[in-house]
């Protein structure tokens, strides 16, 4: 699954920024470029979905639901935006996507490493188990990641 968002967030910023600057920006069409945004993340995902299905058939039934389910994943728009707000180039937007991208996969992979391992080795108290337990995991990431925020101080 992150290899498909790391392909997916690259490949439609890689094609949303020629059609943001070089086509909406100079027809003064800025207000389209949520939709237009959307229909490529949905094209997008749906050319993964068929790759896949084509070259990979039990990776495609084992990701069932969840493949598509990228076209509303909010990291992909995210960085669409993000693109235009910060006014970056194409090669800051392709770095810029790659990058996150690659940060979204490493955090669902260590979440997965960490509730398997928690399921593994402690009793999870009913109540938590799925979505509470899973919910804990990303409230401790998320501030375990912010912690990485102070590491780098520009002078």
Not at 79 to 101: A, D, E, P, W
Request: charge should be positive.
């Amino acid at each position: 699954m992150g290899i498909a968002i790391i392909f997916v967030v690259t490949l439609t910023a890689i094609i949303n920024w020629p059609i943001y600057w070089k086509v909406l920006v100079p027809l003064h069409s800025e207000i389209l470029a949520f939709l237009i945004f959307i229909i490529i993340i949905a094209a997008t995902v749906q050319l993964l979905e068929m790759l896949i299905e084509k070259f990979f058939p039990p990776l495609q039934s084992s990701f069932g639901i969840f493949l598509p389910l990228i076209t509303v994943n909010c990291i992909v728009l995210a960085v669409c935006l993000f693109m235009v707000l910060r006014k970056y180039n194409f090669i800051q937007t392709v770095c810029y996507s790659f990058g996150t991208s690659c940060g979204w996969a490493l955090a669902i992979i260590l979440m997965a490493a960490i509730k398997e391992k928690l399921i593994l080795v402690s009793d999870i108290p009913k109540g938590l188990r799925g979505p509470g337990i899973t919910m804990i995991i990303a409230g401790l990431m998320a501030l375990a990641f912010m912690g990485f925020a102070g590491i780098i101080t520009l002078q």
